[in-house]
């Protein structure tokens, strides 16, 4: 499962459990919904030892020792409701929700401004909350990210919402994804892209990561460097039942990366990065999603 994604997995081993979580968010809502998705976490966390595997070595390296069957059953089933969540989101249904936002003046500056910046996300909680906020706060939030993977859950997103597509940059089937960025960024726009997992370009760095070194990808400060813009990260933290905190911090103001030292350089962006993704899972550990060797991969 190198470099795969957990819902990768669950699309080519339960396609049915998809197609009958999506039906009955719809028909039913959100809470029979979140009933069945109890029974489907509990198997894949049975019959998919790479995914048990992977939450048990992530738990080993957050608190010194394995979770137990009932801490990765836990972890998987959070997942599970996030990825649920996402459906709401998209249709811009966010009544269930108690969404906090901090750091959200960084954001407001930026909009009143007309800057763009480039956001940092991460596999952590949902940072798609924030779409729930985007037209009422006027934020222009685009996903930079490859969609090649959960075809059928990006299906069910697009369906949730006709307009997601449009704020969508895939870097899998657009090979001037660059300049579309740039005209974004240029538009006063906020993109975001994923910091914590190497992309199909391969371009990696190892960083140090709950006491052991794991790769990052180069590509957001590569990205950032060219483009020349204010770089933020961004998290998401899910509690139950229905409530999602938000952060929003500043990373750089600009990233040069002098060409004597780049690679040194890259790599203190990197570490950086990685820092603050182990403080999050630190305070939200159910909440990170790598359903893989995270320190071994690719």
Request: charge should be positive.
């Amino acid at each position: 499962m190198s470099g795969g994604s957990w819902m990768h997995v669950a699309e080519k081993g339960g396609v049915w459990g998809i197609r009958f979580v999506v039906w009955l968010a719809t028909a039913f809502g959100r809470g029979a919904a979140r009933l069945f998705l109890c029974l489907l976490a509990l198997y894949y966390a049975l019959f998919h030892g790479n995914v048990r595997r992977a939450s048990a070595l992530y738990f080993q390296r957050l608190h010194g020792k394995p979770a137990g069957f009932a801490g990765v059953y836990r972890h998987v089933l959070a997942f599970a409701r996030v990825t649920l969540d996402r459906l709401f989101f998209a249709a811009g249904k966010s009544q269930p929700f108690h969404i906090e936002f901090h750091g959200e003046e960084h954001l407001k500056r930026l909009r009143d401004q007309k800057r763009g910046a480039l956001l940092v996300l991460a596999h952590h909680g949902s940072f798609e909350a924030a779409h729930a906020l985007s037209s009422e706060r006027q934020f222009a939030i685009n996903i930079l990210g490859n969609f090649s993977n959960a075809r059928m859950l990006n299906e069910a997103l697009r369906k949730a919402g006709p307009g997601v597509n449009a704020r969508l940059i895939d870097i899998s089937s657009e090979v001037d994804f660059v300049f579309k960025v740039q005209e974004r960024i240029e538009a006063g726009e906020l993109v975001a892209t994923m910091g914590d997992r190497v992309g199909p370009d391969g371009k990696r760095l190892a960083a140090d990561f709950l006491g052991q070194p794991a790769p990052f990808p180069t590509g957001p400060y590569l990205l950032a460097a060219v483009l020349g813009c204010p770089v933020y990260l961004a998290f998401g933290i899910y509690s139950e039942p229905n409530r999602y905190d938000l952060y929003c911090e500043p990373f750089a103001e600009r990233i040069v990366l002098p060409r004597a030292t780049r690679a040194q350089a890259l790599t203190e962006q990197v570490q950086s990065y990685a820092r603050r993704l182990e403080h999050y899972c630190r305070l939200a550990p159910n909440n990170w999603f790598n359903f893989y060797d995270f320190w071994s991969a690719n």
